[in-house]
């Protein structure tokens, strides 16, 4: 598996303020809309491309067009968070969702929401989530996206922890990770340390 750790001063600075305990809420949602750009950015890199013939208003040129129509994929709650980067670096995206929360005491993700095309393949997909702990819910989300057909998936994570691309890693699926960070590793609740807490609490409020 590839794994990619966006190292920009910008990145560090907006990461800096999604992990202080202080940032309020409207602070935490713009500094993830900025970080997530910046890993949907990189993330993007490899998106097929397809020539195209425009007209400047002075000459005949070749330009470039995106060759499919990407899929970008959430995990709720917590990356809706990082959509609305998505739409504004990929307006043509098409948009799925996977619903997990996951279990207190066995850290197990329930599903609630699986809304996603029967047929991913031949199509990027980008799955967005700002945690990745123990990595299931990840796995989940991406045994789903390969079972319809998702092949080299990228997995955009804000926070990684080792266990989390551990379990990645030895799934053996095709996949590639963009983040931006690797911390320590999990606590005894397995919460990632330094991390940022409960990203989806931070977002939204707790409920
Ligand atoms: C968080 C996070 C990931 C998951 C990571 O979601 O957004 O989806 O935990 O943990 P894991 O790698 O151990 O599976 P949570 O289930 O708390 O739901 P939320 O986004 O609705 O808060
Ligand atoms: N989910 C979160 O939101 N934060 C963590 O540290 C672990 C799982």
Known sequence: MQVDVIDHPLAAVALTVLRDE?????GFRVALHDLATMLIYEATRE????????RTPLAETTGTRLAGEPVVVPVLRAGLGMLPAAHALVPDAVSAFIG???????????????SVPADL???????LDPMLATGGSALHALRLLADRGARGTVVVS??????????????????RLVTAAID??????????PGLGDAGDRIFGAV
Not at 22 to 26: A, F, L, Q
Not at 158 to 175: M, N
């Open 22 to 26: 202080k940032t309020p809420r409207v």
């Open 121 to 127: 393949s031949g199509r990027p997909v980008l799955l």
């Open 184 to 193: 320590e590793g999990l606590n005894d609740t397995a919460y990632i340390v």
């Open 47 to 54: 998106l097929p491309t397809a020539a195209v013939r425009i």
């Open 100 to 114: 997990l929360a996951r279990d207190e005491t066995t850290f197990q993700p329930t599903v609630y929401l699986e």
């Open 158 to 175: 804000v926070v990684s922890a080792p266990e989390g691309i551990a379990a990645l890693d030895a799934s053996g699926l095709d996949i």
